[in-house]
Every structure is written in structure tokens, then in C-alpha cells.
């Protein structure tokens, strides 16, 4: 879809700004392509916007602990600001307020205020201090007033990104965040996002850039500013994720009866279809370097013979969900597989992403279309196991699923509601119909990232939001 697009051009196509009124939490679990994965392209940059809130009456860095916050910094078209500093805070007094978020730099502006609203223990507190995008510093805030402590009400996580290009965050060294056809998982108050890392070369032929190099994790905290983790399991010296092989699709979940984490996968021939198979790897902490297991098999030694898939939890059982409907119940270690179910609401069918709303369970799925972008479908059922109706569209017809193919949708239940928050992949040259471009370097795929209304067995994205904020304290969304 769409011609390869130069990196330097990510930072005009979409904005990410993020506004910080009080403590954030967050997290999630996704999926990724088949055999002729859908659609994938496209990227835009992110940008969090504002300096720094200053801090009145607390010692800790870009947390505003006793009163209001300082002005965010007024340098225009800043490259971004890092939080405010705290000036050590007065003896004495009770617990400051949260300061609010400042309005730092100008456009495209970078930094990022955040402001905890922790107890703090100043009477006023001192001049807050907030850097306002370049390295010019914002004006000085007043001293705060004393006050109650942090509100609970959440921080704001301001998502912006156009249709045509989707979202490309940027990690902390200041590269795309690469990691697609994945999932998100959620650990206290953290994100970790895993996916297919892409590489790109001129001279190697369109199998080779898409053949399998590594899967990667990224964390965050507010769907915003990404910390690049690590490459989880790179490439192996032979076998299924060896040279000149496809991996793709890693899906992490926590093994209900061990805690241990397991990563499952697709694994197959350059062409999709001389051999394929689930593999999985393990690693006892979710950020960890994980250890490749092998093909996933029953214990007859049959394999799950599948390409794209997902894998998801429900209670105190674990499953694998491939393309066309298939359901695998794994074993207890998670190591293995113990029976299998398909359901024709799916045939012929890719990318499935399951979640659970109310009683209801939804699968999203897109038909077979390469990396082109495709009109997403959905089913629903009363249980994982079935029986399962398909319902329709999640967007609508002729939008191509808002040039994305379904990878995650993560439930952010919060104090005064639940976000289904859909996170698609927008690959490489998506919008190209024809597939003549369509996927030639996923290395600069990028994201959308949506709300899901669902309401009983209903699940869509009746239009696209160019921007929508999110309160992941509060599990709500606007826009």
C-alpha cells in the first residue's frame, strides 16, 4: 500500500501530545499477519506536547506536589521538553495539591509535562521550575498554595494521527517504534508492546526485507513516549526462525498455573505455505530475553500447521487462535496443546484479536489481502469455545477498516469505566489497492489506535478520530 515513505517525513504526518493532570497506569495483548498478511504501511511522528509542569513543593522530578504548576515554556516549534524539575519543597504544611500541566513550547513541540499529584509535604512549596521545549527553560511558576494531595482523575493521553499515514510513536533513542502484527501486554502500570522487528534494504529482494529478524518489546506508561526494551528472541542460527524464514504474530501471555511467561508465534517458509507452524519461547520475566522453545505440538507431535495467530487467557485456561477459526486449548505448562476446535464464523479469515466485553466474546478478523488494508469483520460468542456468529464490519464498508489490519484490542477497565482500545497495524503502502508497493519496507509501518464502541454483542469504530483523549486511571475516553 503506498510507496515507501522517507523517515524524515514522519514528524509532519501526526501528533501525539500528551497532557499529565495526575498519576497514569496502563497496559494490554495483541496479535499479528498470515500467510498473505493483510495490509500494512504508512507512519507519522509523535510529538507530546509542552514542557514540564513545575513542581510546587516536591523534591520529585516533573511531579507537582504542592499547588499549582508552573507555565510550560513559550520557545515555539520547540523540538520538546523534558519534565520539570521539582525544587526541593518547604518543611511544614500539608499535603500539596497536583499541580496541573503546562502549556510548554509551540508546535511540534516534543516534551512532555508530568505532573504525579503526590502528597506533598510543603506549606506553598517553592517556585516550580519547567523547561519549556528547547534548552531554554519555561518562565518560573509562582509557588504553589497548600493543598489537598494528587487527584485521582487520571492523566490525559492526547492521541492524534491522520487516516492516511496512522500513527508512528518514537522510542527514547529517537527511532520508530518498530514492533508489529504483536501484542500489548499490561504489568502493573506499564505497557509492554512486542511485534515483528522489520529491517529494510535497498538491495535485498522483498522476501528477504520481510523474512524474519528479530521480535521486539517496547514500555510505556501512557500509550505516548516509548522505552525501547530490547529485541526479545532475534533470529536463530537454524530450524523454524532461522535464516530466510518468516516469523511473525508473537503474542505473550503469563501461563495461568506457572506465572511463566510464554511468547507464541508463527513460523514458516519465505512463501507462507510450503510449512508453517506455532513455535513458542519462554522467559521467566515479560522484559526478558526469552528462550526458543521449538514448534508448539499435542502429545502426539502434531503441530498447530497455522499462520497468523494469536494467543489469549481466559481465567485459568490458555489457548492459541488461528486464521480460519481454529481454537487450541493449550496444556497446563502451556508447552503444549491439548484439543482443538475450529468455527466456520471464521473461515478463511486472518488476524484474529480476541477479547471479552461484558459476557460477550469478540473475535475481529480481516480477509486475505497481503499487505493490503481490507474491511475488518467481527463474530461474538457466549464463550471462547463457541458458538460463534459472525456479526459484520467494525468500520465502515468501503473504509478498509481505517487503512489498518487488527493485531490487539485491549480492555483498560479504569475507576468510572472500560476502553477497548483497538490498536491495528497501518503497513507499509496499505492504501495501495493494486499491491504493487504494498509491503516493501514495514520497517516504517505504523499504527492506529482507536476506541471500540461496544455495547451488548455490537462492536465498531463508527468514524475516525484524528484526535481523542484517553484516561487510562479512568477507563474513558472523549474526543
Not at 516536591?58 to 504548576?69: E, L, R
Not at 466456520?344 to 459476557?359: D, H, Q, Y
Not at 493485531?407 to 482500545?421: D, E, F, K, N, R
Request: net charge negative.
Amino acid at each position: 500500500m503506498g510507496s515507501v515513505r522517507r523517515l524524515a517525513a514522519l514528524a509532519d504526518l501526526a501528533i501525539v501530545t500528551v497532557a499529565v493532570a495526575a498519576y497514569l497506569t496502563g497496559g494490554c495483548a495483541a496479535n499479528q499477519p498470515d500467510e498473505g498478511a493483510s495490509g500494512r504501511g504508512g507512519r507519522s511522528a509523535t510529538a507530546t506536547g509542552g514542557a514540564g509542569g513545575g513542581s510546587g513543593g516536591s523534591s520529585n522530578p516533573g511531579s507537582a506536589s504542592g499547588g499549582a504548576s508552573a507555565s510550560g515554556g513559550t520557545t515555539p516549534a520547540a523540538s520538546g521538553g523534558a519534565a520539570g524539575t521539582g525544587i526541593p519543597a518547604a518543611t511544614g504544611g500539608s499535603p500539596g495539591s497536583g499541580g496541573g500541566t503546562s502549556n510548554g513550547g509551540g508546535p511540534m513541540t516534543t516534551g512532555s509535562g508530568d505532573a504525579s499529584g503526590a502528597a506533598g509535604s510543603a506549606s506553598g512549596g517553592a517556585a516550580g521550575r519547567g523547561p519549556g521545549g528547547d534548552t531554554a527553560g519555561g518562565r518560573t511558576g509562582s509557588a504553589g498554595a497548600t493543598g489537598n494531595g494528587g487527584s485521582a482523575a487520571g492523566a490525559v493521553s492526547i492521541i492524534a494521527g491522520a487516516v492516511a499515514t496512522g500513527i508512528t510513536w518514537m522510542d527514547d533513542h529517537g527511532n520508530p517504534v518498530n514492533a508489529h502484527g504483536g501484542g500489548l501486554n499490561r504489568e502493573g502500570d506499564t505497557f509492554y508492546l512486542s511485534g515483528e522487528h522489520f529491517t529494510y534494504q535497498a538491495s535485498a529482494t522483498y522476501d528477504q526485507n520481510n523474512s524474519f529478524k528479530a521480535f521486539a518489546m517496547y514500555s510505556t506508561t501512557d500509550l505516548v513516549r516509548w522505552k525501547f526494551e530490547r529485541k526479545i528472541l532475534e533470529q536463530q542460527p537454524s530450524g523454524e526462525l532461522g535464516p530466510n524464514r518468516v516469523g511473525e504474530r508473537p503474542h505473550i501471555i503469563k501461563c495461568p498455573a506457572t506465572g511463566e511467561y510464554v511468547l507464541i508465534a508463527h513460523a514458516g517458509s519465505i512463501d507462507y505455505q510450503t510449512d508453517k507452524e506455532a513455535v513458542y519461547a519462554t522467559s521467566p520475566t515479560i522484559n526478558g530475553a526469552y528462550t526458543y522453545r521449538g514448534p508448539l505440538g499435542d502429545a502426539s507431535g502434531a503441530l498447530i500447521v497455522h499462520s497468523d495467530m494469536s494467543a489469549y487467557v481466559d481465567g485459568s485456561d490458555a489457548y492459541v487462535l488461528t486464521e480460519s477459526g481454529h481454537v487450541y486449548r493449550l496444556a497446563s505448562d502451556c508447552h503444549s496443546w491439548t484439543t482443538h476446535t475450529s468455527y466456520s464464523a471464521m473461515a478463511n479469515m486472518e488476524s484474529p484479536t480476541v477479547f471479552k466485553a461484558g459476557g460477550t466474546y469478540f473475535w475481529l478478523m480481516s480477509t486475505k489481502t497481503g499487505w493490503r488494508a481490507n474491511d475488518n469483520e467481527y463474530a461474538t460468542a457466549p464463550a471462547i469455545t463457541g458458538p460463534w456468529t459472525k456479526r459484520g464490519l467494525i468500520a465502515p464498508a468501503g473504509e478498509r477498516t481505517w487503512l489498518s489490519q487488527s493485531t490487539c484490542v485491549l480492555p483498560i477497565a479504569g475507576a468510572s469505566g472500560t476502553v477497548y482500545l483497538y490498536l491495528g497495524d497501518h503497513w507499509a503502502g496499505t492504501e495501495d489497492t493494486t499491491g504493487a508497493t504494498a509491503g516493501k519496507n514495514n520497517s516504517l509501518a505504523s499504527y492506529v489506535l482507536q476506541p471500540l464502541v461496544v455495547s451488548g454483542t455490537s462492536a465498531s469504530m463508527p468514524k475516525y478520530l484524528a484526535s481523542w483523549k484517553l484516561n487510562i486511571a479512568a477507563g474513558t475516553w472523549s474526543e
